[in-house]
């Protein structure tokens, strides 16, 4: 049996973490938000471009395979099981990214076909 004081150690490590993890964030989330209000004070901001497109893609892919491994595994180690869902859970979140990549694409693909002149 560990000591008391090993035991508060190991306790009270992942909550320090955790505290630190959620101060970081707090304070990178303030200060760029100060950061952008600044910058459109001087009429220096420009806005991100972000490819929803491309992000669905590498982010199905992504968990596709992730999924697809940690389905392996543990359908491989511990049959089927409870476990099963937790590589079921990113499989079908990554095949569900890459069928609304694919629906998109198609959409605008046909959008593309009835403009005259595009």
Same mark, same amino acid.
């Given at each position: 049996m560990p000591s008391t004081a090993a035991q508060i150690i190991v306790t009270i490590i992942? @909550? *320090?973490g955790i505290v630190f993890g959620?101060? *970081?964030i707090f304070f990178f989330l303030f200060w760029n938000h100060k950061q952008k209000v600044l910058? @459109?004070?001087k009429g220096l901001y420009k806005k991100a471009d972000f490819d929803l497109d491309a992000f669905s893609l590498f982010a199905g892919l992504l968990l596709t395979c992730i999924g697809a491994s940690l389905l392996l595994f543990f359908f491989v180690m511990q049959g089927f099981s409870y476990g099963v869902l937790s590589g079921l859970i990113p499989l079908a979140t /990554? @095949? /569900?990214l890459i069928i609304y990549?694919? *629906?998109r694409m198609l959409i605008k693909k046909k959008n593309d076909e009835k403009r005259p002149g595009a």
């Open positions: 992942p @909550i *320090v959620c101060l *970081v910058l @459109i004070e /990554g @095949i /569900g990549f694919s *629906v």
